[in-house]
């Protein structure tokens, strides 16, 4: 109800909706417009209402970046430590003798990371050979974040612990976030999500209050439009 009465001044242009059309047909693997009814069908809805939540979702996308895209790069400066990627070798065990002599025989060559990350690991990334990432920076404990922000890549760190486990850590990939269109998408939507929480607890009182009654909406669950 908060989105709809929004966006409810934007103006969707035919060349726009028909693009749409498009896209939502290439997202459902249909190979051009003559299958649009065939879509249709697939959704049990009728035209009118397909195309009033394409419009919608037009609406929506240009709302977002009329108010927010000019916030956008401020957004991501004040984030860009979090959106800092990182792709690392890990071995995590409780044994701090074992992880030693592991960590020796990956130094010295005379054992590869993958290999002894399937026999050894007791952690999930014995399934991925090692291998954690492309993730954030903010998803791994503290310490382990510390030690990778000033880690060479390439280079294997010394066993070091983390509560009951022993860790040897190899920086594979350092990749620094930038301020790309679809990471100023992502900010724009960020700053959406945060507003319409807003506004929806603010409506929410009004209705606790009984001065206003929620809109009726339409529910499309059964699909949606990503782009």
């Not at 195309?51 to 927010?68: A, K, N, Q, V, W």
């Not at 503290?142 to 010394?158: D, I, N």
């Not at 269109?181 to 606790?208: G, Y």
């Amino acid at each position: 109800m908060v989105t709809s009465e929004a966006i409810a001044h934007v103006v969707v242009s035919d060349e726009q909706l028909e693009q749409a059309r498009l896209d939502l047909l290439e997202q459902r693997g249909y190979d051009g417009i003559e299958q649009w009814a065939e879509l249709l069908g697939e959704f049990g809805r009728s035209e009118g209402e397909v195309l009033e939540r394409l419009r919608h979702g037009i609406r929506r996308r240009s709302f977002i970046r009329e108010r927010f895209a000019a916030k956008a790069e401020a957004r991501f400066l004040e984030r860009k430590n979090e959106l800092d990627q990182v792709v690392y070798s890990l071995l995590r065990l409780e044994n701090s003798f074992l992880a030693r002599e592991l960590y020796l025989q990956i130094e010295s060559g005379e054992s590869n990371f993958a290999d002894l990350a399937k026999r050894y690991a007791e952690g999930p990334e014995r399934n991925t050979n090692g291998i954690v990432g492309p993730v954030s920076l903010t998803q791994a404990h503290p310490t382990l974040v510390e030690k990778l922000r000033v880690a060479q890549p390439g280079v294997l760190l010394e066993p070091f612990r983390i509560s009951d486990w022993w860790l040897v850590v190899r920086l594979e990939r350092y990749a620094p976030a930038t301020f790309t269109d679809e990471v100023s998408d992502q900010m724009c939507q960020e700053m959406f999500d945060a507003w319409i929480e807003e506004e929806t607890a603010n409506s929410l009182s009004l209705l606790a209050s009984g001065t206003t009654e929620p809109a009726p909406t339409n529910d499309f669950s059964d699909f949606s439009i990503s782009r």
